[in-house]
C-alpha cells in the first residue's frame, strides 16, 4: 500500500520559469492538503483540494500560485514566474476524510531557486 | 505571529537521559497533535491528544495535554538516538475541521 507520494523530490528553477509539483494521495484518499515549510519553520498551510474542488486556498499567495486536483491523476501546485523567496519544502498530505483522522505526509519537494 | 510557541528550539543531550518538550499557546484547540520529522522526510504523526489533561503514552514517549486544551507537553524516558529528529506540534481550532496551526518544532539530538 503506497503512501504519499511526492513527485519531484529535489526540484531546481531559475528565477521566472514555472514550478510543477505534484502529489498523489494515498489509494482511497480524496483529500490533499498542501503545506509549505521554511528552515527553522512549522508547517504553514496553503490549500486544501478534494477531487476536482478547491474548498480553502486562503494560505495560498493570490498570484502566481495555484493547485488542482483532478478527476484522474495527481494533486498538482504550480508556481509562475517563481522567485528566490519560493524556495522551501512543499509538503503533500492526504486523508480518507475532512482532518478529524490522522493525515498522511508525503516526502516533500524541495525547490530551490537560483 | 506564532500561535504554536514549542521550547526549546534546539536540545541535544547524551543517550539515556530524560527529556521534556513544549507547545504552547493563549488559544485553545479542538485536539493537538504530535509529529516526528527526520531530515529529508515529511512529517510522521506520533499521537493526538483530544481531552484536556490527557496522557498517552508511546513505549518511552508520554504527551500530556493540557488542563485547558492550550499546552502540551512530550516527555521522553532514557532517550535513544533513534529519537533524534524534529519534533512538531499541531493544533486544529475549534472552528476549523481541517485547518492545523503548526509550531516551529524542537530539534532534538541524541548523542550516543
Known amino acids: 500500500n503506497a503512501g504519499v507520494m511526492q513527485n519531484p523530490r529535489h526540484l531546481v528553477r531559475r528565477r521566472g520559469q514555472e514550478a510543477r509539483l505534484r502529489c498523489s494521495p494515498m489509494k482511497g484518499h480524496s483529500h490533499v492538503y498542501w503545506y509549505r515549510q521554511l528552515p527553522e519553520e512549522g508547517l504553514k498551510f496553503m490549500v486544501y483540494?478534494?477531487?476536482?474542488?478547491?474548498?480553502?486556498e486562503s494560505g495560498m499567495p493570490k498570484e502566481r500560485f495555484s493547485a488542482e486536483f483532478p478527476k484522474e491523476g495527481p494533486s498538482i501546485l504550480r508556481i509562475q514566474q517563481v522567485v528566490r523567496g519560493d524556495s522551501a519544502a512543499y509538503f503533500c498530505?492526504?486523508?480518507?476524510?475532512?482532518?478529524?483522522?490522522?493525515?498522511?505526509f508525503g516526502q516533500g519537494t524541495r525547490l530551490t531557486v537560483v | 505571529t506564532q500561535l504554536l510557541e514549542q521550547s526549546p528550539q534546539f536540545l541535544s543531550i547524551q543517550e539515556g537521559e530524560n527529556l521534556t518538550v513544549y507547545c504552547n499557546s493563549s488559544?485553545?484547540?479542538?485536539?493537538l497533535q504530535w509529529y516526528r520529522q527526520e531530515p529529508g522526510e515529511g512529517p510522521v504523526l506520533l499521537v493526538t491528544v483530544v481531552t484536556g489533561g490527557e496522557v498517552k503514552k508511546l513505549k518511552r514517549l508520554t504527551f500530556q495535554f493540557g488542563d485547558a486544551r492550550k499546552d502540551s507537553s512530550l516527555h521522553i524516558t532514557a532517550a535513544q538516538p533513534g529519537d533524534t529528529g524534529l519534533y512538531l506540534c499541531a493544533g486544529k481550532m475549534r472552528d476549523s475541521n481541517y485547518q492545523l496551526i503548526w509550531g516551529a518544532g524542537t530539534k532534538l539530538i541524541i548523542k550516543p
Open positions: 498530505a492526504s486523508s480518507p476524510q475532512e482532518l478529524s483522522t490522522e493525515a498522511f
Open positions: 488559544s485553545v484547540f479542538s485536539s
Open positions: 483540494l478534494q477531487k476536482e474542488n478547491i474548498i480553502d
